[in-house]
C-alpha cells in the first residue's frame, strides 16, 4: 500500500496546529497557538496563519506556501537553527530587525521534527 506524502502547505500547517494546540504531554503544555487566520491561503511568499506563543510571549509565526509551511522565530534564533538542522531540516536565517530564522516543513512527516524545534525553543524560555 502506497501511502500519500502531504505537500499542501495549509494542510501541513493544520498538522502542526494539531500537534501543538491538541497535547498536553510531552512538554507541549505551556504551546498555544494564537491569532489565527482561518481563512489563509497560501502564497508563493507565504501567508501568516498563526502565532505560536509559550506563556504570554510569541515565540514564532506559521507561514503556509503552496507546497510547504515554514516555521519563523522570532527568539532563540541561533537554538531553533540548530535543533532543526539537527533534525534534518531545511532552515535558513532571515536578515530582518530583529533576525529569524526560518524552518520549513516541506510534507506531513516533518510536522513532528518541526514541533520538536519549538518544544525545545519554549523549554529554554521556560528555564528547563
Not at 510571549?57 to 522565530?73: N, P
Request: hydrophobic share 40%; charged share 35%; glycine share 8%.
Amino acid at each position: 500500500m502506497v501511502e500519500e506524502r502531504i505537500t499542501d502547505g495549509r494542510r501541513i500547517a493544520e498538522l502542526l496546529a494539531s500537534e501543538l494546540d491538541g497535547r498536553e504531554d510531552g512538554g507541549l503544555a505551556p504551546i498555544d497557538v494564537t491569532n489565527a487566520d482561518r481563512d489563509v491561503e497560501p502564497t508563493a511568499d507565504g501567508a501568516r496563519a498563526y502565532d505560536v506563543t509559550c506563556g504570554e510571549e510569541q515565540i514564532a509565526q506559521v507561514f503556509v506556501h503552496e507546497d510547504r509551511a515554514r516555521l519563523e522565530f522570532a527568539v532563540e534564533q541561533d537554538l531553533a537553527a540548530e535543533t532543526a538542522e539537527d533534525l534534518a531540516l531545511r532552515v535558513r536565517p532571515k536578515a530582518t530587525d530583529p533576525p529569524r530564522t526560518l524552518v520549513f516543513l516541506e510534507s506531513g512527516a516533518e510536522v513532528k521534527r518541526g514541533t520538536d524545534v519549538v518544544k525545545r525553543v519554549s523549554r529554554t524560555l521556560e528555564g528547563n
